[in-house]
């Protein structure tokens, strides 16, 4: 199996899509930060040996070509986006697979249409509905999530990214997945990425959409991301995530807020990119419950 490359477009953008697989069920990848589509290379192959069409498209604004002119990186225009590149596949359902912001985009893309979907799959983002529950049970929380503050401020956050040749991005890397040995192709591959025009700006505009109250589309997004899910959910967590403590998922991942079914498992030695991390592990999880859920 091989991995190519083509485009899907939404609304005048363009989306860099990397595919393996031509024939079976559809299963649409959704990276995060600081991320891009090439950090699923090996669920893509894996994907495509046990009969899908996988498929991970660049997320908004991660590239010139899909950078929103008025700047709308709301949940709600990315999980716009999710229905979109389904309709240029061609497909009426599919399996959703999301990584941190792809994770946030999956919860909400699947309360907004849950018909659309044949499973989703979240990696080391917890369902939000409980989130005031979580907070106050694990504090800890607070601390890990305060690089959302330095977010708000623009040219700030985008300098702190940028300067040193990006090394925000392997600090990320390294505080949040602190047993992961990457490589540097790797973390070059995720560089180049963010050297886009553009690309910072939009990447960090995303923490600035999610924290705007008076946006109708930040109530919206907030709304739909704290909704019931209708749509069967198994959700990966890595026990040493530095960025979303794994003792969350406990108080956030309550079944009855899944009306079709919840699984939850949580990865030791892994943390917050267990699916670079732990390929072979996450690999199995996946692929064992889409096949429990309309798979190939």
């Known amino acids: 199996m091989t991995i190519t490359t083509s485009t899907l477009t939404h609304s005048g953008m363009s989306f860099s899509v990397r595919r393996a697989g031509t024939s079976g069920p559809v299963v649409l990848l959704l990276h995060g930060f600081p991320d891009d589509n090439h950090s699923f290379d090996l669920q893509l192959l894996a994907l495509a040996e046990a009969g899908y069409q996988a498929v991970a498209p660049m997320m908004r604004g991660y590239e010139p070509g899909s950078q929103s002119p008025k700047n709308l990186y709301h949940l709600t225009h990315l999980a716009a986006d999710v229905f979109a590149f389904m309709d240029g596949l061609g497909v009426k359902k599919c399996h959703l697979i999301g990584h941190d912001w792809g994770a946030l985009t999956a919860y909400v ?57 990006y090394a925000f991005i392997e600090t990320l890397w390294r505080r949040w997945s602190p047993d992961w040995l990457f490589g540097a192709e790797e973390l070059e591959q995720v560089k180049t990425t963010f050297r886009q025009p553009g690309v910072v700006k939009a990447a960090t505009q995303y923490y600035r959409c999610l924290l705007s109250p008076l946006s109708l589309s930040a109530q919206q997004s907030w709304s739909l991301l704290t909704s019931q899910i209708e749509v069967p959910v198994l959700a990966l967590a890595g026990e040493n995530d530095g960025c979303m403590d794994a003792r969350m998922y406990e108080p956030l991942m309550q079944s009855q807020d899944f009306d079709k079914g919840l699984s939850v498992d949580c990865l030791p030695g892994a943390g917050h990119f267990l699916h670079r991390e732990q390929p072979l592990v996450v690999n199995g999880l996946i692929l064992e419950w889409l096949a429990g859920h309309g798979g190939g």
């Open 109 to 165: 893309a699947a309360a907004l249409k849950p018909k659309k979907f044949l499973s989703v799959t979240t990696l080391a983002i917890p369902h939000l509905r409980r989130g005031l529950k979580g907070v106050s049970e694990v504090p800890m929380q607070l601390l890990k999530s305060s690089y959302i503050l330095l977010m708000q401020l623009p040219k700030v956050s985008e300098l702190i990214v940028e300067r040193d040749d």
